[in-house]
């Protein structure tokens, strides 16, 4: 039978139906940048102290030492979370003494905020922090809420493959849509925490099966030259534009209801996009639905000015089609023999420690120095140029060395920041930005370097098994730039520690490029040690020019 795309190749690469299904398809990513890390914003911690009620019982001089000072990053500030003892303070001021003269402020008992906080409005109007207070003994429910919302994003991941192999890839892609824009305007309405972090993990939960499905539907649908492009530039490139305009936005508005409803609203335009993206005439085949497909393929050709053959799949090809059966792999053959035991221990490490480093600088933004707009917008503009020397890489150089100098350039400037004094806090900035750039650029790569590791018989399952990873470090980032309340460089250091350990890891992986695509456990290229893959094993596959094109299409 003929290869789907040798069948469709009248179609062409750039016509218009290439075109817009790649714009529209792209432009339908671009909320996933709104929402994946609107959390930024929307639980930002602002500056707090105790509140200390006016009712007139305390005089100015008491009010102004009601808060204790305690040292933060090697400078004196107001306690967060204590206030002195009220009580002993109205006694004192009715008695006429003077804090520092009469009386020893630092020897007066404390106690906790009582009667609430009182907050800097300077850069939020308010959050869901603000709103429900969760700071001091709360403050352990501000990472939960992002780490739930990833938690979602893992469960997605579960069920969104399922889904789109069962019902197809348009339903699942329009139906995930309204889950995360239904579920986000509910939260606009949310009443306490317990109700915004439950519907943000549903949340979570459609806008990782949105990505994925819009994912998978161009892939299939386009073109081998399309096709490259849209899932490493397109796909990525207009995440990143989603992730631009959230501080843009948030910037005027600094209400987190009105807010996230501004972010919710723009979900709504993809609504006629139903009328215009088709199913995936791959998906109508695997189906047995042939006059569907060869509608949508005779559509296509039709906008593309194109007269499409009488006949597009033969008779003979589509009994072929029917007969195919294949062996059933589980996931217990990702660990059937050392050398992909080892590949999936790898593989798993780095995405997960690559994740974790990728969404821990994302939501830390907000706690360096400087305004948290400008270092939100820095730290999504970066990722252009990142996914651009990403793809520039993945053409022309090693996959192993690729890989291991982005992370390595990721790790060590995130380690060079607790060497920077205090008062250059914009060098800082700039080695968080160089790190974010490293990181990303990583993350890119490793996408289509899991590919090709991977025989073909496995490899969804092997990149099914490295996204989990990755989606557990995402649950795990939170409580990294959790750590900065501690110490603001202590995130900074374990973040590059592991970047740096996990790209020396990367070292000890075979490399891939140049190499075929292994089809079976046997033919996959081995770790060192190892006998080493010979290169002619299927050299006619290379005659036929599918290698490159199937790594990249792996993504």
């Known amino acids: ?107 007066i008992q404390r106690e906790r905020c009582l009667d609430g906080w009182e907050y800097s409005r300077d850069i939020y109007h308010s959050t869901i922090v603000t709103e429900w207070d969760l700071i001091c003994d709360n403050d352990w429910k501000g990472p939960l809420t992002t780490s739930l919302f990833f938690l979602g994003v893992l469960l997605g991941s579960f069920v969104s493959g399922q889904m789109s192999d069962r019902f197809g890839r348009k339903k699942v892609l329009f139906f995930t849509m309204a889950v995360q824009t239904g579920f986000s305007l509910v939260q606009v309405f949310s009443i306490n925490w317990e109700m915004f972090t439950v519907l943000f993990l549903i949340v979570g939960m459609g806008q990782i099966s949105n990505y994925v499905a819009a994912f998978i539907l161009g892939a299939e649908i386009l073109g081998k030259s399309v096709r490259i ?90 009994e072929d089609l029917k007969r195919q059966s294949h062996k059933t792999y589980t996931f217990y053959d990702l660990l059937r023999t050392r050398n ?58 090693a996959r192993r060395y690729s890989t291991a100098s982005t992370l390595f350039l990721g790790g060590v400037v995130l380690l060079f920041i607790q060497l920077v004094p205090q008062e250059l806090n914009i060098l800082s900035i700039v080695l968080v930005m160089l790190g974010k750039f490293g990181i990303t650029s990583a993350f890119s790569i490793v996408y289509v370097y899991t590919a090709e590791l991977y025989p073909t018989v496995v490899r969804n399952m092997g990149l099914g098994a490295s996204s989990m990873a990755s989606r557990l470090g995402s649950i795990l980032s ?25 790209g020396i890891f990367t070292l000890f992986l075979p490399e891939t490029y140049g190499m075929p695509l292994p089809d079976t456990i046997e033919e996959m290229l081995r770790i060192n040690g190892f006998t080493k893959y010979k290169r002619g094993v299927r050299h006619s596959r290379q005659k036929n020019g599918n290698v490159r094109e199937l790594s990249n299409t792996a993504l």
């Open 229 to 318: 492009i849209f899932s490493t530039l397109g796909v990525c490139i207009f995440y990143a534009v989603g992730y631009m305009l959230l501080p843009l936005i948030a910037f005027f508005i600094r209400d987190w209801r009105i807010l996230l409803l501004s972010l919710t609203v723009p979900g709504l335009f993809c609504i006629p996009l139903w009328w215009i993206i088709p199913e995936s005439p791959r998906w109508l085949l695997s189906q047995g639905r042939v006059n569907e497909a060869e509608d949508i393929i005779r559509r296509a050709a039709k906008k593309n000015g194109i007269t499409a053959p009488e006949i597009i799949f033969s008779v003979s090809e589509l």
């Open 1 to 107: 039978m003929r290869d789907y795309d040798e069948a469709t190749s009248f179609l062409g690469d750039w016509g218009p139906f290439q075109l817009t299904i790649f714009f529209l398809l792209s432009a339908s990513i671009i909320p996933n940048g709104f929402t994946g890390l609107s959390a930024v914003f929307l639980a930002a911690t602002p500056e707090h102290r105790c509140l200390v009620p006016d009712n007139g019982t305390l005089s100015l001089a008491w009010r102004n030492v009601s808060i204790p000072w305690e040292e933060r990053d090697g400078q004196q500030v107001e306690s967060r979370c204590w206030r002195y003892r009220l009580e002993t303070l109205r006694t004192y001021s009715a008695l006429g003494l003077v804090p520092g003269v009469d009386v020893n402020v630092s020897g």
């Open 340 to 397: 992909i035991r080892i590949i999936t221990f790898l593989s798993i490490l780095l995405w997960m420690v690559i994740s974790v480093g990728y969404f821990g600088l994302s939501l830390n933004t907000p706690n360096l120095h400087g305004d948290p707009y400008v270092n939100c917008f820095l730290s999504a503009i970066i990722e252009v140029p990142a996914y651009i020397i990403a793809w520039v890489l993945l053409r022309k150089f």
């Open 478 to 502: 939170p409580y990294f730039v959790y750590l900065g309340a501690y110490d603001r460089h202590l995130p900074f250091v374990l973040m590059g520690s592991l970047t740096v350990l996990v």
